[in-house]
């Protein structure tokens, strides 16, 4: 499974992108995809998958999924600075798409996401 991140740029606070994670893979549709981020100097966190949402993007941040093209966005609204972080894709073969990073099989390069303020 490959995984090739994409969408990440420079945004003012306030403004929104959307990250793409497209995969490779005919079973796209059994993988949970997760999406986790690494400010620097910082440890990697988990950000959200489909059906759940870490505390500080709740109600900013949504994913979806389109199957049919084994693709997996992360759009985000409402930027704040503290969200600026290398953001990464990540792909949980068993489905279970939990929130710990050591739970994902594979994982995309990631995309810089640089909010100013």
């Known amino acids: 499974v490959q995984l090739q991140a994409s969408g990440g740029g420079l945004v003012q606070a306030g403004g929104s992108l959307r990250l793409s994670c497209a995969a490779s893979?005919?079973?796209?549709?059994?993988?949970?995809m997760g999406w986790f981020r690494q400010a620097p100097g910082k440890e990697r966190e988990f950000v959200a998958t489909?059906?759940r949402y870490a505390e500080s993007v709740k109600g900013r941040f949504t994913v979806t999924r389109d199957n049919a093209k084994n693709t997996v966005y992360l759009q985000m609204n409402s930027l704040k600075p503290e969200d600026t972080a290398v953001y990464y894709c990540?792909?949980?073969?068993?489905?279970?798409?939990?929130?710990?990073?050591?739970?994902?099989?594979?994982w995309g390069q990631g995309t810089l996401v640089t909010v100013s303020s």
């Open positions: 990540a792909a949980d073969l068993r489905g279970l798409g939990s929130q710990v990073g050591l739970h994902y099989d594979y």
């Open positions: 489909i059906s």
């Open positions: 893979g005919r079973t796209f549709s059994s993988y949970a």
